[in-house]
């Protein structure tokens, strides 16, 4: 019987919330620059950066701020030309406060480092080798914009004995709302490839492949023409199901490994490497002009916002500003989230500087930012159903919930990526990922005394 | 829960086509009894906010009538009602807390402690108006016990039997809701669009019944009834469509509720064909409901990560 050729995905799990891609017409619109910014110097997984300026300090644009500590560090950059105001604890987007750079404005433009090719023009020969790649990388402060915030440089080094195939390229942004990396897709096509190409050479491989939720056909499309000369580059449509744009969900889809759960579980353990688009085109602008991470693209949205849209965003505006921007503060204003309503984190203030892992900000009215009446389990399985990673989110919930944290642990509570499918589905409104969430801080911390002992 | 209800429309019509006015009424004093019940005991016993409005007593109390014959006597269906949702839903918890299915409990208790009463159906097609309804006939499953008993073959009983498209339709004896396939089936099939069940302890449960059936049919064919009479008779319909598919007494897993669709089918037919009873499917379902903890122990999904395809 003829095998009939079927949309990719993942296997198991999902779900389909509604896509509210209320700015996926909006071109990437410029911002005007901010008064200040606050640039925090954690803002990636690893050690701390330390500032090298002092207060009183003036810097230029795209000058280095704060140097990486080590190899799983990165730097940090002054996003604008101006005045060391403070270096201070300030608010962040986990709630916590943390040691962040802030720089006043001097002055009405850019003061430009003196090594950044500011020319419109596409750079397409690669002519750094893949060391030089790494360490360009390092300096230029490039940590995975997809959210997570993982040093770049460090993930194209590849480990002895480890080895990697395939280079993944995440275009499927499957979160509700959010549309930046869409808009990059579309705009920046010739750049992203040239990005793709410097990130193989740096892995010394030749097999790429782009993966898109079919709800985007025109990027799928543009790029695919975009790199129709070039064999090492596939793309592919992925069906639209939420978390498609999961790692583990990704690599399984697209190459069909599966990547080993924590502690051990990444990319590299199934022989990829795995870099949002953001990340891409930062790194197209970080090797072929010189420049280093200042400014991403953020997607400000909600329905009761007057102009949603698509912003470039120097890093650490206050977000206040991009929202300003957008029309202002709508008043029926419930929740500002960090990320899509799956899995993003509500802001506790709207002064909170913008990270370089924020892509998208989306603002819930009253009306929605509250959860409904929590209710019985009905145990009618759902939440096992559309959990993707084949876990029981009824039964460690529960387990969590009575202190069984170590049969909790053998059901596998760790392997959770807290994608939120659960919650989402459940009937009875039941905060299934919160007491999970609860059950893998206990448990992890039951396995670091374990471990040391 | 609205759903189900819906689903539950068509073997209601049925049951006045075929039982007439009498069957309706049982239906509803059982909701209004389970209803009252509930909230009795949640308002003034448990002291805690009632929660009729859910819908899931009116759901048992439907289950339950379907599962009594027209002519019960009222008493017995409050008092069903009063098992069903006192003792086998509200004393574990309540609702999501029950290991056993409540309209069943309630039904087993009727037939252990009323056995006449609940095992004389009226003669169908009867009258529908009057409530009057002293005239009894055995159901297609109580013949067929009867005759092979006395040493009948299953072949020399077909006349007394309806045809199989009687048996599809539900021009037959038995309890309220059990009668029509064609009724139930409307509501099967409503109830997967809606998904609100999937297929798994349907399809393995009348499969299971269907197959196991024919195995022995096979080896004897005038000692066993034919499997597509298996099916079609008593409560295997209702049993497979509403009663095994309650989330709160079936497994949370795709494996786990094949094994216990396919445990329900067998033991149904055990008891029918070698059990006291000419009908196995409230018992069978009851004592798999029993075995659901363990199903649900050792049926765990597929753990990502953790099988072949692991790099």
């Not at chain 1, 360009?136 to 997809?146: P, R, T």
């Not at chain 2, 013949?143 to 008993?149: M, N, Q, S, T």
């Amino acid at each position: 019987m003829k095998k009939t050729k079927q949309i990719k995905s993942f296997p198991q799990g999902g779900v389909h919330p509604p896509d509210f891609k209320l700015t996926d017409q909006k071109q990437i619109e410029n911002m005007p620059l901010p008064e200040k910014v606050a640039i925090h110097i954690s803002q990636h997984i690893g050690k701390p950066a330390n500032p090298i300026v002092k207060v009183g300090d003036k810097v230029k644009t795209g000058q280095l701020i704060a140097k990486g500590d080590g190899f799983i560090s990165t730097n940090y950059h002054a996003s604008i030309t101006g005045t060391v105001q403070k270096i201070e604890d300030v608010l962040d987007q986990t709630g916590y406060k943390n040691k962040a750079v802030i720089i006043k404005r001097e002055g009405t433009t850019d003061d430009w480092i003196p090594e950044v090719d500011l020319t419109p023009a596409i750079i397409k020969d690669i002519t750094y080798s893949s060391e030089e790649i790494r360490s360009k990388i390092y300096e230029a402060g490039i940590i995975g914009l997809g959210g997570a915030g993982f040093p770049s440089h460090v993930k194209l080094s590849v480990p002895d004995g480890k080895k990697i195939e395939f280079l993944l390229i995440n275009g499927v942004e499957c979160e509700p709302y959010l549309t930046s990396d869409y808009r990059l897709m579309l705009e920046k096509i010739e750049q992203l490839i040239v990005g793709i190409q410097i990130i193989l050479k740096a892995l010394d491989i030749n097999r790429a492949i782009i993966g898109i939720e079919a709800n985007k056909m025109d990027a799928i499309l543009k790029l695919k023409e975009g790199a129709k000369d070039i064999p090492q580059i596939d793309v592919v449509a992925l069906r639209v199901q939420y978390p498609q744009g999961g790692e583990r969900q990704l690599v399984k889809a697209l190459i069909n490994r599966e990547i080993p759960p924590p502690p051990k579980g990444l990319p590299i353990d199934a022989g990829c490497a795995v870099f949002n688009v953001g990340t891409v085109y930062a790194i197209y602008e970080a090797i072929q002009k010189n420049k280093p991470l200042i400014e991403r693209i953020v997607t400000l949205t909600g329905q009761s916002l007057k102009n949603p849209s698509n912003f470039l965003v120097r890093i650490g505006t206050p977000i206040k500003d991009v929202i300003d921007q957008a029309g202002g503060l709508p008043d029926d204003s419930g929740k500002i989230l960090s990320g899509g309503p799956m899995m993003g984190k509500a802001l506790a203030k709207i002064e909170i500087p913008l990270a370089k892992t924020i892509g998208g900000l989306v603002i819930i009215p009253e009306s929605q930012a509250t959860r409904n009446e929590v209710l019985e389990c009905i145990r009618c399985g759902k939440c096992v159903s559309v959990c993707p990673l084949g876990l029981e989110p009824y039964l460690i919930m529960a387990l969590s919930q009575k202190g069984a944290f170590d049969r909790a642990e053998q059901e596998k509570i760790l392997n959770c990526c807290e994608c939120a499918c659960c919650s989402y589905i459940c009937p009875s409104n039941r905060p299934l990922l919160d007491y999970i969430r609860l059950g893998k801080t206990v448990v992890n911390q039951i396995k670091r005394t374990r471990d040391t002992k | 829960m609205y759903s189900v209800i819906i689903a539950l429309i068509p073997a209601l019509a049925v049951s006045f086509f075929i039982f007439g006015l009498r069957a309706i009424l049982v239906v509803l004093l059982a909701v209004i009894s389970a209803v009252v019940f509930e909230y009795i005991i949640q308002r003034y016993v448990l002291k805690v906010p009632a929660t009729i409005s859910d819908g899931s007593a009116v759901i048992t109390g439907i289950l339950l009538a379907y599962n009594l014959p027209s002519n019960i006597p009222w008493g017995l269906v409050i008092l069903g009602s009063f098992v069903a949702i006192g003792i086998a839903k509200m004393s574990f918890g309540g609702l999501g807390k029950n290991p056993f299915n409540p309209a069943l409990v309630g039904r087993a208790f009727l037939l252990a402690s009323f056995p006449v009463a609940m095992t004389s159906w009226p003669k169908p097609l009867l009258h529908r108006l009057s409530l009057m309804d002293g005239i009894t006939a055995a159901t297609p499953l109580g013949i067929v016990k009867e005759g092979i008993k006395n040493g009948q073959t299953f072949n020399e009983l077909v006349p007394q039997l309806p045809t199989y498209w009687d048996l599809f339709m539900g021009k037959m004896g038995g309890c309220i809701g059990e009668v029509s396939t064609f009724a139930l089936l409307i509501g099967f099939l409503y109830l997967l669009y809606k998904k609100v069940i999937s297929w798994h302890i349907p399809v393995s449960m009348v499969a299971s019944v269907f197959i196991l059936s024919g195995i022995f049919w096979l080896s004897n064919p005038s000692q066993y009834p034919d499997p597509l009479f298996h099916i079609l008779t008593g409560g295997v319909m209702l049993g497979a469509i509403f009663m095994a598919t309650d989330y709160v007494t079936s497994p949370m897993t795709p494996r786990g509720m094949i094994i216990y669709g396919i445990s329900i089918g067998i033991l149904t037919v055990v008891i029918r064909l070698f059990g006291a009873y000419p009908e196995g499917v409230s018992f069978a379902i009851l004592i798999m409901n029993g075995f659901v903890p363990i199903i649900n122990r050792y049926c765990k999904p597929y753990r990502f990560g953790e099988g072949k395809q692991r790099a």
